[in-house]
């Protein structure tokens, strides 16, 4: 919410969508903040629906360890659509946007950071095209059929190496 709120005093014009459910869910729902819809959990259909319409993708998360060691599903998402990304906090998602070189990531209270990136991306479209064009190329690795294909191979090594583990203990 601070971002839009810094946006709205800069006098950008934009318009915020808020998809998805956690601790912060009520207090953005009982916001009247200018240019902010709320669109809670959706399904998957709706969710990519909807995503299409964006231009840049804004993953906030709050600062736990579990934000630190992840790259949030949203992250893949965007990608997915070939759309800059924005992520806080930093983290190995953040990692990843910069290695693709699809999007930036910040610390939560860098609300100024986030913002000049922001309207970097909007003011400056070769930078935008930048983004949007290593997004389009890395896309089909980043989809759910290619996540669900990662995670069946990880699953299957680890019950290989337990299988092994047995027999060997044995």
């Known amino acids: 919410m601070e971002v839009v709120k810094e946006l709205n005093k800069r006098g950008e014009t934009f318009h915020c969508i808020a998809i998805g459910s956690g601790s ?4 953005i729902k009982k916001s009247e903040v200018e ?3 709320f669109r809670g959990r959706l399904n998957n259909e709706e969710l990519a629906k909807v995503i299409r319409t964006c231009h840049v ?3 906030f ?3 736990d360890e579990i934000s630190a060691r992840s790259i949030p599903v949203r992250v893949s998402e965007y990608i997915g659509v070939g759309i800059p990304t924005v992520l806080t906090p930093k983290s190995e998602g953040g990692e990843l ?3 693709y070189q699809v999007g930036k990531a910040f610390d939560n209270d860098e609300v100024s950071a986030i913002c000049d990136f922001i309207q970097q991306l909007k003011y400056n479209q070769d930078l935008y095209q930048f983004y949007k064009n290593n997004a389009i190329r890395i ?4 989809s759910r059929e290619a996540g669900a ?3 069946v191979r990880k699953m299957k090594q680890c019950l290989n190496v337990e299988e092994t583990v047995k027999h060997s203990s044995m």
């Open 24 to 27: 912060k869910e009520l207090v």
């Open 35 to 37: 240019n902010l819809e």
């Open 57 to 59: 993708g804004l993953s």
């Open 61 to 63: 998360r709050t600062d």
């Open 97 to 99: 946007l910069d290695s």
């Open 139 to 142: 896309r089909s690795n980043f």
């Open 149 to 151: 294909e990662l995670f």
